[in-house]
């Protein structure tokens, strides 16, 4: 395994579990030292610092100990998040608050907090979490859609506002990923196995995407090498974005 990110420092929120664990977990073996920040306990060899990114405080303090313990911070990776079912009728607006603070909110709460540190790095990067979401229309996911559609826009303003300042900022877009909440999600269907046969028909490549596979996005996005790489939505969804294809025969 090469070390590309050797001597940098990165933060992955909502690390714990999932995607957010599979990104910690390369930037490691690559060799970053890395924190997680998230309300559980990952229990790995990770630097873990509980952190709600919902709350200003929880996320100061967390950045700040993150660097406290480092002494610098070189990539950010805003992957906390979490998911809505229903269409437009469907959420309270509790849910819609929750949702956004969360989802959206919760971002900018992080990359505030961290662009004064990442003004100093001559390798600095923040990467967001979007989605398949982001630019196509879900059924029963309009809570959800909202919410990443505006992660995707706001990935695209930061980029242009702190190209210059040395701090390229980019998204990855999932398709539907093989993750612990998307499990609960075909546990909670009234056929679990025919839930995911669909899920996966739906992904031209015919299958859910693996967490590993949104890692190693994360990676060439967050690598220093690829400079050039600003305010771009990367998919990682088997071709739903892109392609239509003719039903089999």
Sequence with gaps: ?????????????????????????????????????????PKNQHYWHKCDVADSASVNSAIQSTVNKFGRLDIVVN???????????DNS???????????VAGMARVAR???????????????????????AGLQQRALYS??????????????????????????????TAD???????????DDPTAERIALEA??????LVSAEEVARAVAYLADPANR???GVCLPVDGGMEALRLRPQQ
């Excluded at 607006?93 to 989802?103: A, F, L, P, Q």
């Design 228 to 230: 050039s790489s600003v």
């Design 202 to 207: 739906r992904q031209p490549h015919g299958r």
């Design 113 to 135: 907090a961290a662009l004064p540190h990442l003004k100093k790095s001559n390798a600095a990067s923040i990467t967001n979490m979007a989605s398949i979401a982001s630019t």
């Design 146 to 175: 909202a919410t990443k559609g505006a992660v995707l826009a706001l990935t695209r303003a930061m980029a242009a506002d702190h190209v210059r300042e040395g701090v390229r900022v980019n998204c990855v877009a999932p398709g």
């Design 1 to 41: 395994m090469s070390a590309r990110f050797e001597g940098l420092v990165a933060v992955v929120t909502g690390g714990a579990s999932g995607i957010g664990a599979a990104i910690a977990d390369l930037l490691a073996e690559e060799g970053a030292s890395v924190a997680v920040l998230d309300i559980d306990d």
């Design 79 to 89: 992957n906390a998040g979490i998911g809505a079912q229903g269409n437009v009728a």
């Design 93 to 103: 607006d509790e849910e819609w608050t929750r949702s956004w603070e969360i989802n």
């Design 179 to 189: 993750t612990p909440w998307v499990g609960r999600l075909l546990q909670q269907a």
